[in-house]
C-alpha cells in the first residue's frame, strides 16, 4: 500500500484546513486509517482513526470537537477536517494504514500544519 497526504499548509489560529491521504496499491487489505501528527521536539502521536467497515472513528482527547475524519471507499481517500486550529496543532502530519486494526505498516510521507498568526 502507498499512501501520499497532501493538504497541509500556513493557517491562522481559529482557522481550517483539510488534510487528504490517498491511497493505492494493495488496498483491499487495509482494516483501517488513521492520522498522527509530529510536531518539532516530541513524539510521533494519535490524531484520528477510521475503519473502512463500519465507518467508526476514533480521536485523541487534545482535537476532540475540532477534527473530523472521513473516509472515501471508491476514492480510496482519507480525509482530516481540521477546524478551530490552534498553535499547539502544529506539526508534521502523517496518515498510515493497518491491516489488523492495531499496528500500522503502511505510512505516507507528512505535510507539514502551521499554525500561527
Known amino acids: 500500500v502507498q499512501l501520499q497526504a497532501f493538504g497541509g499548509g500556513l493557517v491562522q489560529p481559529g482557522g481550517s484546513l483539510r488534510l487528504s491521504c490517498a491511497a493505492s496499491?494493495?488496498?483491499?487489505?487495509?482494516?483501517?486509517m488513521a492520522w498522527f501528527r509530529q510536531a518539532p521536539g516530541k513524539e510521533r502521536e494519535f490524531v484520528a482513526k477510521?475503519?473502512?467497515?463500519?465507518?467508526?472513528?476514533y480521536y485523541a482527547d487534545s482535537v476532540k470537537g475540532r477534527f473530523t475524519i472521513s473516509g472515501d471507499n471508491a476514492k480510496n481517500t482519507v480525509y482530516l477536517q481540521m477546524s478551530s486550529l490552534k498553535p499547539e496543532d502544529t506539526a508534521v502530519y502523517y496518515c498510515?494504514?493497518?491491516?489488523?486494526?492495531?499496528?500500522?505498516?503502511?505510512w505516507g510521507q507528512g505535510t507539514q500544519v502551521t499554525v500561527s498568526s
Open positions: 498510515a494504514s493497518t491491516d489488523n486494526g492495531v499496528s500500522y505498516g503502511y
Open positions: 477510521i475503519y473502512w467497515s463500519f465507518g467508526d472513528t
Open positions: 496499491g494493495r488496498t483491499f487489505s487495509s482494516r483501517a
